[in-house]
């Protein structure tokens, strides 16, 4: 697969920050040229958010964080990246200048992308000299976790320098989508800038305060818009008759005076400071960086559960962010496990992080049950259930789990899971798990728990194929010289009389 081997983020605030959060997670190493001031602590402050997000978002196995290096200059950050992305401020002189600059010191065959939300790539490419590697990759903030970038190229752009953008983005768990035609603002911002401008009238005209606003966003069509966009929801406003009947019972709203986009609402100071007040009065008694963790933890649990979508297939961003895990576990390769007689089979080495700690200030408990499922899931791998086997229709699903919780595990603790299997026939894994503090080896939970193979489609449990059972043999064979862990098949409390 296509990747980036090398990355440099020109420009590192709101969004240049959360490009180099994507590339570093994704086990990029990115340079960076900001000469703000303050550019090392606002991206430490970003990274910080996105690796607590992306460790909400995800169990799979990232590979290690790239290596972030603040460079001096322009030329030292771009001069040996092959992805060179530009963030500096939407101003067209500005960002030209610095592409023509990133264009003379870059290879002659990197990628040179621009997050400009708005300015035509013909227009920032005028002055390049290789004008035919810069393109619009413009993406939505939080970059790291919403993973769209609009991809445009200019008059001057190959068709080459596009498809090469939208397959280096896939292994970074982005979805890059070519735009047939250049031109302002391209569709996104198309979008937003039409009900920013409906909204900016609505809080000029009294109409309502910038809090009413958004709630009629969140609790509305702002749901709709995360899993179907704008023509499939219509589609089903339709009814039974479907597009063609919303089209005629909408299309009179177009001549009422439903919008006043062409009429742009003067942004004086009265209106600035009417919507500042009023955004301060809304959301001001959190910080900036605040209300992006607030923020980033609904997004991951939007993608959960676009994930689980459309009966478990996975729905849109969920779909994605399903694919992209698929990648990593492909890319950390099979987990060299030992099958031995002498101990269980080390599965996962993890850490606990900050979104697993709940206000006891340890580990919650649903994270230990996750643990747990993780620890079964890299079982399946082990024994050929991976993937393909479950888009082919037959999977184990868990029937029972008994946890017990010994030890506590604190923020940053790092842990690993054994397995040891205790019993097993054609349909059935029944087994232990243990979560061990990986410095002192203490086990600090178990969980006994019993798998049952099964026909997802036909929804009942049938006998696994052989292969799968000559896969689960040697670890059977070897497990049963283990002693029977202390704990195993006890039940829960005092014993009924
Ligand atoms: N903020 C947003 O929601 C989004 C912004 N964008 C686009 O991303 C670009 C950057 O916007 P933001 O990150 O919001 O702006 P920002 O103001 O947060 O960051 C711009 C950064 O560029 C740096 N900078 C200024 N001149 C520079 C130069 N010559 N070389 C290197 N760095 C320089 C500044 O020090 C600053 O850190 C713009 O083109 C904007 O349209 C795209 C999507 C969303
Ligand atoms: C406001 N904005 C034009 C900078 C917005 C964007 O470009 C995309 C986004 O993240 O909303």
């Not at 990246?81 to 101003?91: G, L, T, Y």
């Not at 939505?140 to 001057?156: D, H, I, R």
């Not at 009265?270 to 609904?298: F, H, T």
């Not at 890299?378 to 086997?389: N, S, T």
Request: glycine fraction near 8%; aromatic fraction near 8%.
């Amino acid at each position: 697969m296509s990747q980036i081997n090398k990355a440099a983020c020109v420009g590192g605030g709101v969004i240049g920050g959360a490009w180099v959060a994507r590339f570093a997670l994704a086990g990029i190493d990115v340079n960076i040229f900001d000469p703000h001031p303050e550019a090392e602590r606002i991206i430490g402050e970003v990274m910080a958010n996105a690796e607590r997000a992306y460790g909400m978002l995800t169990m799979a196995p990232l590979p290690p964080k790239g290596k972030v290096t603040f460079c001096k200059s322009l030329e030292d950050a771009v001069k040996d990246a092959d992805w060179i992305q530009e963030s500096v401020p939407e101003r067209l002189e500005l960002k030209r200048g610095v592409l023509t600059q990133i264009d003379a010191a870059a290879k002659p065959d990197a990628l040179i992308g621009s997050s400009t939300s708005g300015l035509m790539p013909t227009d920032l490419q005028r002055d390049m000299k290789h004008p035919e590697r810069l393109f619009v990759a413009h993406p939505y903030n939080p970059v790291y976790l919403l993973p769209l970038a609009e991809l445009v190229g200019g008059e001057k752009t190959s068709k080459a320098t596009l498809e090469a953008a939208k397959a280096k983005l896939a292994p970074i768990g982005m979805k890059g989508v070519i735009i047939n035609k250049e031109i302002e603002a391209f569709v996104g911002d198309r979008l937003l800038e039409a009900v920013w401008r409906e909204g900016l009238w609505l809080i000029k005209d009294d109409i309502c305060d910038t809090e009413t606003l958004d709630d009629v966003i969140r609790y509305s069509f702002g749901m709709r818009w995360a899993q179907m966009g704008m023509f499939e929801t219509y589609r089903i406003a339709g009814g039974e008759a479907g597009m063609r009947h919303f089209l005629a019972q909408f299309g009179p709203c177009l001549s009422w005076p439903w919008t006043k986009l062409t009429d742009v609402v003067d942004l004086n100071d009265e209106l600035v400071n009417k919507i500042a007040d009023q955004s301060d009065a809304q959301s001001g008694a959190r910080g900036i960086r605040e209300l992006e963790r607030i923020r980033d933890q609904n997004l991951v649990g939007i993608m959960h559960a676009l994930k689980a979508g459309d009966d478990g297939k996975g729905w849109g961003s969920g779909k994605l962010l399903a694919e992209f895990e698929e990648h990593l576990w492909a890319k950390a390769g099979k987990a060299k496990v030992e099958v031995s007689a002498n101990e269980p089979l080390r599965l996962v080495d993890t850490k606990v992080n900050a979104a697993w700690v709940d206000y006891n200030g340890h580990m919650t408990e649903h994270r230990y049950l996750q643990l747990f499922g993780d620890t079964s899931d890299a079982l399946l791998r082990l024994i050929g259930v991976d993937f393909a086997y479950v888009e082919a229709g037959h999977s184990y699903y868990t029937v029972e789990t008994h946890i017990r919780h010994i030890g506590e595990a604190k923020l940053g603790q790092a842990l690993y899971t054994t397995l040891q299997l205790l019993a097993s026939d054609s349909k059935r894994l029944h087994y232990f798990t243990r979560i061990h503090d990986a410095a002192t080896g203490d086990v600090i939970a178990t969980a006994e728990q019993m798998m049952l193979h099964v026909d997802s489609k036909a929804g009942k449990s049938v006998d696994a194929p052989a292969d799968v059972l000559a896969k689960i043999k040697p670890i059977a064979e070897a497990h049963a010289k283990l002693a029977t862990p202390e704990g195993a098949g006890r039940s829960v409390g005092q014993k009924h009389k």
